[in-house]
């Protein structure tokens, strides 16, 4: 018979309280409930639903990496 392996606890990670902000959800809970549940909580704006931000680079918007999206 071989000895249990024993358990080094300085090597151990415990969590022991979470905190946020997310989207769709008041709280964390609720975060980890839509995720579960496939939920989407970003929404997109469509071209015309955007104002030009002050400084915003002149055709950014036409950038393909550009996201028109908000939380």
Avoid: C
Wanted: charged share 25%; aromatic share 8%; proline share 10%.
């Amino acid at each position: 018979m071989s000895q249990p392996e024993q358990v080094d606890s300085l090597n151990g990670v415990a969590i022991i309280g979470m905190a946020g902000r997310f989207p769709g959800a008041r709280n964390v809970r609720e975060f980890w409930q839509n995720l579960l549940a496939g939920k989407e909580s970003i929404s997109f704006f469509e071209p015309g639903e955007l104002e030009p931000a002050p400084n915003e680079p002149a055709g950014i918007r036409n950038d393909p990496h550009y996201v028109r999206a908000r939380t």
